[in-house]
């Protein structure tokens, strides 16, 4: 039976009350025996359980219970499959239950603003849309078994350099647009039961003291019902942050921070009910989770074949000239100690005891097939075996293919700092090019939770990007190789030809104070389209060994207003002879210029399967709001009426059906009057341009009538006073002799009263 919270928190002292918003040590909360209140263990996540029976630490050094290692996110949003993370985090929820885990400190969705973040290869994508989507589902998924999640880390957390003190110096449009849409996405679409708020500053002010973003925003505008714990450690001054929104301190270790919200209640600076709405909110949670437990067993064996599986659909083919699938009982030669030991997860606080870890090797040898295994470099820095140089450079053409597993040593991507580059260790480069003048046929696969710089790309027939694959990479790896199964997964990421094309890249990552986000909402493929830039591979670019057409684009009608919804159609084939999956990305671009706007953005995916041959229909819905930019005047969304192209493709250099839409809305921009208004604004608001114009041609024509004699072509005259009216503010009528001060006084009048 539900227990009576309200009734609870009445019986409790003040001191119980600020004790249940800290932790008791590094993984669970405190209890209030006297009133049957117990303690409740939370755990990372988000790919895995890292429950810590003892010893804890949030950077993975120390050990924790054998799990399953999942795909980490720059993997598991690279399938576009809602449906498959939703699975995966089912899967989760089940773990937790088995384990009495309340909550899982995951999905962790910060925008890759940089390739160089070190925890790129936990979160899931340049792009708010697809991240958004693909937490939704994993929320959904661990949340049915009433386990709480914790969305991280909210917010502006998108580089580990000084991740503790910097402030993230951003427009509050690119946060609206950018930063914050895959957190409101997963509040408004699953109601995530945790937020978790991040170590830094946004614009000066501590995410864990920030009342804008964890009431305003959060609870406000979203809705967001559920509490807010700190990233651990991430306080500075706790009755701040509870005046701010926040709920819960964590880890433990808060004895001196609870009495001082004791303090605060009673010197009268913070509402006893602000502490009872934060306890409410807590136990509000963990309640839900005490009265739903279910007999559970963590069947690992189980779980490690789903890990593997869900990888199956993440890897991205990259490239492939028809070396690829491999063709069975062919000579293949394996090189890269990879190959033997993958790289399947990142280091940090999300680092997995993992119960079991298939190589591609072992995978192989398991399938029957016998590939020969030179080392060549090892797995964990950048030298080469010069022996095996030698030995592989003899031996390479005698294959029918040489398979290179490559990717980045784990001492280089993980929680606590970022890379220092984006390139691959310089051995193994060395390595793939002296191979490439002995045998053409290579195939390289990689094991790398961000983009790396690929030199030899150009030459290489065939890359497969395995990412961060998770304890089953391996039979994932044979089966994709082999043609078991067909690649299906896209970028989440742009992988641009070299680190400084990167937008962020002279402003990463700032001073340990401070780092701007100058580049603004121009973040990831936003940035290489407006510049027309090349890219090594664009954004949701994803290969398979079929291949598929997407066509025939068609919306439900032609015009659509506010609050309204609008289908979008689209045909995909399977034009070629093997069954597949193909991600259907849907872009939405606006063609009214009236702000500065990204060349499109992503507003709809399906992914399909399909046999060779077979068509199917599509369907994708959008709203206003895909058609929005956030007005930092308006303080609201907005979409002005007039034109937006719909543009799907596979993936966002690949547009292949386009239609357009018009959009009529009765919402009307900000326009702030006053005397530093420009005539040009004024001009272009329909509110205004009647009343501004009116009344200049009174002006006019009564000077042109003191001014006897003037002539001249009247509509160029016109033409280019409005030119250069364009950016006078009002106040140049005065210094023009237009009109006097108190004449302008009454016209800014009129105007405000026409608005
Ligand atoms: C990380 C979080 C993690 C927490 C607990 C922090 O250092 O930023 O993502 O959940 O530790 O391990």
Known sequence: MARDIKKLISEMTLEEKASLLGGADFWHTKTVERLGIGSYMLSDGPHGLRKQEEGGDHLGI????????????????????????????????????????????????????????????????????????????????????????????????????????????????????????????????????????????????????????????????????????????????????????????????????????????????????????????????????????????????????????????????????????????????????????????????????????????????????????????????????????????????????????????????????????????????????ALLRVQKNVVVVLSNGAPVELPWADEVPSILEMYLGGEGVGQATDKLLFGEVNPSGHLAETWPMKLSDNPSFINFPGTPRRVSYAEGIYVGYRYYDAKEMPVRYAFGHGLSYTSFEISNLRCDREAFGDGEQLTVRVDVKNTGDRSGKEVVQLYVAAKNGTVARPVKELKGFVKVALQPGETKTVEMTIDDRALSYYDEDLRDWYAPSGEYALLAGDSSDHITAEGTVRFETKKLPYLAVDTDTNVGELLKDPRTAPVFQQLMAARMSAANASQDGISGDEAQDQAMMQAMMEYMPLKSLISFGVMNREQLQGLVQMLRSAL
């Open 62 to 433: 120390n050990d924790s219970i054998q799990a399953v290692c999942f795909p980490a996110a720059c993997a598991t949003a690279s399938s576009y499959d809602r449906e498959l993370i939703y699975g995966m985090g089912d899967v989760i929820g089940r773990e937790c239950q088995a384990e009495n885990l309340s909550t899982v400190l995951g999905p962790a969705v910060c925008i890759k603003r940089s390739p160089l973040c070190g925890r790129n290869f936990e979160y899931m994508s340049e792009d708010p849309y697809l991240a958004g989507e693909m937490a939704a589902a994993y929320i959904n998924g661990v949340q049915s078994h009433h386990v709480a999640t914790s969305i991280k880390h909210y917010a502006a957390n998108n580089q580990e350099t000084a991740r503790m003190s910097v402030s993230a110096e951003v427009s509050e449009r690119a946060l609206r647009e950018i930063y914050l849409p895959a957190f409101e996405t997963a509040v408004k679409k699953a109601q995530p039961k945790t937020i978790m708020c991040s170590y830094n500053k946004i614009n000066g002010v501590y995410s864990s003291e920030n009342k804008w973003l964890l009431t305003d925003v959060l609870r406000k505008d979203w809705g967001f019902e559920g509490f807010v714990v700190t990233d651990w450690g991430a306080v500075a001054d706790r009755v701040k942050g509870v005046m701010a929104g926040l709920d819960l301190e964590m880890p433990g270790n808060t004895a001196e921070n609870d009495a001082l919200v004791v303090e605060a209640v009673r010197s009268g600076k913070l509402p006893e009910e602000a502490v009872d709405a934060c306890v409410e909110r807590i136990l509000r949670v963990f309640f839900d989770f005490d009265e739903h437990r279910e007999q559970q067993v963590f069947d690992r064996e189980k779980d490690h074949a789903i890990a593997a599986k869900i990888e199956e659909e993440c890897a991205v083919l990259l490239k492939n000239d028809g070396l690829l699938p491999l063709r069975a009982g062919g000579k293949y030669l394996y090189v890269g100690e990879y190959a033997e030991k993958p790289r399947y997860q990142g280091g940090g606080s999300s680092h997995i005891n993992s119960y079991r870890v298939d190589s591609a090797l072992s995978a192989s040898r398991a399938a029957g097939r016998s590939p020969d295994y030179i080392k060549g470099f090892p797995m964990d820095s950048d030298t080469l075996y010069e022996e095996d140089l030698a030995k592989l450079l003899q031996a390479a053409p005698d294959y029918d293919a040489v398979v290179v597993f490559a990717g980045l040593p784990d001492i280089i991507e993980s929680e606590g700092y970022d890379r220092k580059d984006m390139k691959l260790p310089a051995s193994q480069n060395r390595l793939i090019e």
